[in-house]
């Protein structure tokens, strides 16, 4: 394990879901701030970095655990960068696709 990262924000660097959840069923605070990067922010970005990077196709994995933990999906990074906005930059539809659903939800709830 990285002495950088939190533990949950290793998850997220290396996308591996399995951790991430069993981190965030511990307790984990789905909106951990670390660095410049909330864990929802740096997962939209670990995804579309990674599929730059490889040139495999866009996962959504991480991005997924998090919003079903309950991770803020409109919650900006201390750079002002929301979750929206990191996806966007990517291309990451699948991510965007998943934001609005959980934001109309949210907004849904609150009516």
Do not use: C
């Not at 991430?20 to 909330?38: C, H, I, K, Q, W």
């Amino acid at each position: 394990m990285s002495d950088y990262w939190t533990p949950a924000h290793h998850a997220v660097e290396h996308e591996d879901a399995e951790t991430l959840a069993r981190l965030l069923a511990d307790g984990t605070d789905p909106d951990e701030v670390f660095s410049n990067m909330t864990l929802l922010t740096h997962a939209i970005d670990a995804e579309g970095d990674g599929s730059l990077q490889s040139g495999q196709p866009l996962t959504v994995h991480t991005t997924a655990v998090l919003l079903a933990f309950g991770a803020d999906p409109e919650l900006a990074d201390p750079d002002g960068r929301t979750p929206m906005d990191m996806a966007k930059h990517y291309g990451h539809d699948l991510a965007v696709k998943l934001l609005r659903a959980h934001i109309s939800g949210r907004a849904a709830g609150n009516r």
